[in-house]
């Protein structure tokens, strides 16, 4: 797996020092994600190169960015590092959740009920994904996008999950059980879970949260339980064959000329009006994204040149092209671009493709028949989610909460802290804006000098805002030889003694496990 030309980086923004277990090394590829995922292997294993020093960057090396960023010794792992017993065979009733929004806020969604279902001792139904009307048309619901068997079996020691709420007898009829429906809090606090939730669970069998995004806290005080969330959102979430089968043939055609970038191109329509960033656009442009935003959005005044210098504007394509280029990225480089239709038409892409020739996206590169009838669909977004999480290098151009870019950082560093470049769009506007007034000298400079002080996708710290599905170290990373305990990654044979546990467990209880009973009688 390992790239040509492959050796240590010499610098980086760890500060644990020594030791430099890298992550993923080299190149990703589907595959090695696939055999990651689905041997239920919930330790990730990499490669240790030992003796890797850090430093402080000074400058941008675009040989150096290609590669996977500075581990500081740190690895990828799940895996419960204290006692972690199976989900108890007597159930206290049934989860039932609807996600909305897009692929990726569903993606958090998932993992949130999951552990929902964890903190309350309950069987969780098969979360149910909403369509959305952004995207367009798309019922394909969980079975459409995941691999099912694959999700319930990768999680058999967290919890019991089945595909539909189960019949219950009563009077001589059969029936499904009825769930009380519960619209709950934002961000809700695990005391939720277990006080109110779970006293209608119990008065009900069964309860229906909805609408379920954002409706369990991120900041959660138990590091086993963000763990279950990495198991989820990096193991047990896997997606369908044939989405990794279109992802891999892209990811190879893309490939056979080197390496290459992804970018998460956010000039779209919604994105725009939401960030009420209208100015650059010709009167008819503006008109329209007025009105989507009116139609869309609460009414709020916003003035283009202060949103802009607040870093509120997403990068535009132009800008994204002068940033890679002062980075000292050349004309050569393939970039796949992942996002919706971008908006502006060609006046905004023809100087970005002055720059950058080689732009693809997965239209151009795969010329499918399921693609084309679902560019901007579930499909059409997943593989892109694929295609940005095995490239060499992303970027997003625009982070917002929970949205696509968000869940790529936190995967991508998960996955080896593989590179990201994450402009910092306040820091870089002033430096744009002069350029536009003609000051031209030391414009690159100046742009480097905001990305040196960005970490590239290596380990650090989460600061508020920055969300858990971002950045999911300490939590969900260990070290083989740790500063503090916590850190220690946990032993090799840890599914083994859950396995056990598992099987002990499930012949006390087999006698149980017949029927819903137990909640049939509530
Ligand atoms: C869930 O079950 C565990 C035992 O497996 C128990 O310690 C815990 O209190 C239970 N929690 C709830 C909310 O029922
Ligand atoms: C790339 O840039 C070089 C000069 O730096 C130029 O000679 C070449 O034509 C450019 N290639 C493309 C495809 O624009
Ligand atoms: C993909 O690129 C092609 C050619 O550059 C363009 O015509 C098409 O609109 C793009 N598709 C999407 C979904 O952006
Ligand atoms: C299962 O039952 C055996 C024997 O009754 C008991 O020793 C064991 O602790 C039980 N296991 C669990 C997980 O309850
Ligand atoms: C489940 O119930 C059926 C009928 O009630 C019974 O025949 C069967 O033995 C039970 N299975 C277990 C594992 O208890």
Not at 355 to 362: I, K, M, S, V
Not at 417 to 441: H, N
Not at 495 to 504: A, G, K
Request: glycine letters at 8%.
């Amino acid at each position: 797996m390992r790239r040509p030309g492959y050796h240590h980086r010499q610098h980086g923004k760890s500060t644990t020092g020594g030791g430099g277990v890298k992550g993923m090394v080299g190149r990703l590829s589907i595959g090695v994600v696939v055999i990651l995922i689905c041997t239920g292997s919930l330790l990730f294993t990499s490669t240790s190169n030992g003796g890797g020093r850090s430093a402080y960057r000074s400058e941008i090396n675009i040989e150096e960015l290609w590669r996977s960023t500075d581990s500081g010794g740190w690895r990828p792992s799940s895996a419960p590092r204290s006692e972690w017993p199976p989900p108890p065979s007597e159930t206290n009733g049934y989860l039932r959740v609807r996600c909305n929004g897009g692929l990726n806020q569903q993606r958090s969604a998932i993992c949130n009920a999951v552990l929902a279902a964890r903190i309350m001792n309950a069987t969780l139904v098969l979360p149910e994904l909403d369509v959305n009307s952004f995207w367009g048309r798309d019922d394909s619901g969980f079975h459409g996008i995941y691999d099912v068997e694959h999700f319930i079996q990768s999680l058999r020691f967290d919890v019991r999950i089945v595909e539909s709420l189960p019949e219950i007898r009563k009077n001589g009829k059969t029936k499904k059980i009825k769930a009380l429906q519960i619209n709950p809090p934002r961000d809700a606090e695990v005391s939720w879970y277990t006080t109110v939730a779970l006293e209608k669970m119990k008065q009900h069998g069964a309860i229906y949260l909805t609408p379920f995004s954002h409706r369990l806290s991120e900041e959660v005080d138990n590091p086993e339980y963000q763990r279950l969330r990495c198991r989820v959102n990096y193991h047990a979430l896997r997606f369908k064959p044939q989405i990794m089968k279109l992802s891999q043939s892209i990811v190879d055609k893309l490939r056979t000329q080197g390496h290459f970038m992804s970018i998460h191109l956010r000039f779209e329509m919604d994105m725009l009006a939401f960030a009420g960033c209208f100015d650059i656009f010709s009167p008819q442009q503006q008109k329209t994204l007025k009105k989507y935003r009116e139609e869309n959005f609460a009414p709020k005044k916003l003035v283009y040149s202060e949103r802009r210098a607040i870093g509120k504007c997403p990068l535009t394509p132009e800008e994204v092209g002068l940033l890679l280029r002062a980075m000292g990225f050349d004309n050569s480089t393939r970039i796949y671009l992942a996002a919706g239709e971008l908006f502006g038409g060609e006046k905004f892409m023809k100087p970005f493709r002055s720059l950058f020739p080689h732009l693809e996206n997965h239209s151009s590169v795969e010329h499918s028949e399921e693609l084309a009838g679902n560019t901007r669909g579930l499909l059409g977004s997943a593989v892109d989610y694929m295609v940005c999480l095995l490239s060499d290098i992303f970027m997003p151009t625009y982070d917002g909460p929970s949205n696509f870019a968000n869940n790529l950082l936190g995967h991508r560093l998960y996955y080896g802290f593989r590179t990201t470049l994450r402009p910092d769009r306040k820091g870089l506007a002033p430096i744009f804006i002069d350029r536009e007034k003609g000051k031209m000298a030391g414009f690159e400079e100046a742009v480097r000098q905001v990305m040196l002080k960005t970490n590239f996708g290596g380990p650090h710290k989460r600061v508020s805002p920055e969300s858990f599905y971002t950045n999911s170290w300490p939590e969900c990373f260990c070290q083989m030889s740790p500063q503090n305990l916590a850190d220690k990654c946990p032993p090799d044979n840890v599914l083994e003694i859950l396995n056990n546990q598992l099987e002990s467990e499930d012949l006390n209880s087999s006698a149980l496990s017949n029927s819903s009973g137990s909640v049939a009688e509530r």
